[in-house]
């Protein structure tokens, strides 16, 4: 009996590390770091809002702010999935589909009618 406990400690004593590393870190729930925090405030502030103690405008202020933000970075992403699908430094804005085939004729006719 000792030493099925014993190697029941033995066991759950091994496994809680790796318990520990179990965890995943999802980027919308991780925590926000100071540099973000800062860099995310420039943008604010790039984008025309002012922080000030007593803004009257406070709520409406920021929110123009942070659209302008979003339109950027929308503009951004776009521009950089679009670069993605580039080849050769081109954008590829044309399609693959095919027309008809060309027939080759003369006077209207085909040139391999009658044989």
Known sequence: MKALVSTLLVACALA??????????NSANAPVTRAQVIGDLERLEQAGYR?????????????????????????????????SSAVGGVAMTGSSDAGAPVVASVGGRSIYAGH
């Open 51 to 83: 922080p000030i103690a007593n803004d009257q405008n406070y709520p409406d202020d920021i929110q123009h702010a942070e659209a302008i933000v979003a339109q950027e970075q929308a503009q951004t992403a776009q521009h950089a999935a679009a670069v």
């Open 16 to 25: 809680a590390p790796a318990a520990a590393f179990a965890q995943t870190v």
